[in-house]
């Protein structure tokens, strides 16, 4: 458990790190929520 909690902290701080803007973070988070729709929809 503390071991995937500290993965999702590293990619959390990675994926921040790579946009310049909150606007910048907030594209890609609605990108992922997309991606995960997608699958979801596909695995239906």
Same mark, same amino acid.
């Given at each position: +458990?503390?071991?995937l909690i500290a993965l999702l902290l590293?990619?959390?701080t990675? +994926?921040?790190a790579g946009?310049?803007?909150m606007?910048?973070?907030g594209q890609d988070i609605s990108?992922?929520?997309d991606a995960?729709?997608?699958s979801a929809d596909k695995a239906k």
């Open positions: +458990m503390t071991r590293i990619a959390g990675a +994926m921040l946009c310049n803007t606007a910048g973070a990108k992922g929520g995960l729709t997608n």
